[in-house]
């Protein structure tokens, strides 16, 4: 079946008993065993869960992996798939990461002993000058966020496997009806799917997934053993909101690309991040790797002091941190996702304070243009009346 089919039907014929179409709510803990040595394939739900499993059994499919796990949180699934690592493992990381993960990395792992370094995961020379005896894993963000860098995936998971490496992919951006990397050869897939794969910001959830036997059985310990599993009413919305997955990427993407192309023109606009539009370095390989492109872009303003006013003047799109819902959002990553990420770090990688991150909604594309347009004429005036007067 095709990827849409396959979203649209998930969990539709998971109740024999009523043909029920859409999945019912186990609130269940315990289940009672037919005898002694006998379960029903359901015991206590942390380990084991019904309607969970609908989405876990889903995802894996959609990612074309062996098994899925459902977590509380996009960190609490990273969290699951750090705790393979011991004291003295080290990690090559993608150095334009999402800010918790670094933190989680730096502030979390670090104390007991697992250490990470951040590299340009698409520069083969740069993971290997910076191999360790310890080292890992790879952890991969492609595209990055914010600045929509692009990794190589077959190249690297190929590189990694020679390597003894185990590579693992956050899959948030482009969720799998854009990008599945385990066909271009990653061991694992992780997800936020607080993002697009909910679609609706109303749902925090993470999800992973293994690509084969051995590590689904590592994870399904550690998913066990930790317990940051996702309940049954989250694991529910999540159901729901992919359904329409295929929709809501398609009109994501279509709007990115006409609002980013609109952007790169617009005089106020230094620079414009975003895979889709061919100035992209990235945008062959993108191409090549994945069938589309996220619904999110950065750009860079040409002066600072116009971020402020902007953020205040948008009415349509909110002031928000977070990214891949249907409503358009607009985030300031210096002070906000990637705050945590010392401030030398990321101007080196380009997170300034001049760059501004927009999760383009579903909305009509004629309002947000205006909205942003008038947005960034008021911005303009208020900043060429303060030079004036100054
Ligand atoms: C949001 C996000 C996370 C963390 O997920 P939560 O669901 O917020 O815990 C991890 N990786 C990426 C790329 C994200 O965007």
Not at 1 to 19: F, P, R, W
Not at 85 to 91: I, K, V
Not at 150 to 171: F, G, Q
Not at 356 to 375: C, F, K, P, T
Request: proline letters at 4%.
């Amino acid at each position: 079946m095709k990827i849409e089919s396959q979203l649209a039907q998930i969990g539709s014929v998971s109740d024999s008993v009523t043909g029920a179409v859409s999945v019912p709510i186990h609130h269940a803990t315990a289940f009672r065993h037919p005898r002694l040595g006998q379960s029903t394939g359901f015991d206590y739900s942390r380990s084991k869960s019904p309607t969970r499993s609908v989405l876990e059994d889903a995802i894996a499919r959609l990612e074309s992996g062996d098994a899925g796990f459902a977590c509380s949180s996009g960190m609490a699934a990273l969290q699951v798939v750090f705790s393979l690592f011991s004291q003295g493992d080290h990690l090559l990381v993608s150095v334009d990461l999402y800010g918790g993960t670094y933190r989680l990395l730096e502030k979390v792992l670090s104390r007991f002993g697992i250490s990470a370094t951040y590299v340009d995961t698409n520069d083969i020379d740069a993971l290997e000058a910076n191999l360790r005896p310890g080292t890992k894993a790879v952890l991969i963000e492609t595209p990055t966020n914010p600045l929509m860098k692009i990794t190589d995936l077959a190249k690297v998971c190929r590189w990694a496997r020679s390597r003894e490496l185990l590579s693992i992919v956050d899959n948030t951006l482009l969720t799998p009806y854009f990008q599945r990397p385990i066909e271009l050869g990653a061991d694992i897939v992780v997800h936020s799917a607080s993002k697009y794969l909910g679609g609706h910001n109303d749902v925090l959830a993470g999800l992973i997934v293994t690509r084969h036997k051995a590590l689904s059985e590592k994870i399904a310990f550690l998913h066990n053993s930790i317990g940051a599993v996702l309940g049954p009413q989250d694991s529910w919305l999540l159901v729901r909101g992919m359904k329409t997955l295929a929709l809501r990427m398609e009109r994501h993407q279509q709007n990115a690309l006409r609002i980013a192309s609109w952007l790169a023109t617009h005089p106020l606009v230094a620079e414009v991040f975003y895979p889709g539009l061919e100035t992209h370095p990235g945008f062959a390989l993108q191409r090549k790797q994945a069938s589309g492109n996220t619904g999110i872009f950065s750009f860079k303003l040409k002066d600072a002091r116009l971020v402020e006013p902007i953020l205040r003047h948008i009415r349509l799109i909110a002031f928000a941190e977070s990214l891949g819902g249907v409503e358009s959002l607009m985030t300031y990553p210096a002070v906000q996702t990637h705050a945590d990420i010392p401030e030398e770090i990321r101007r080196r990688v380009g997170v300034d304070d001049r760059l501004l991150r927009y999760s383009v909604g579903i909305e009509h594309v004629d309002d947000l243009i205006s909205d942003l347009s008038q947005a960034l004429e008021a911005a303009r005036q208020e900043v060429a009346g303060c030079t004036e007067t100054r």
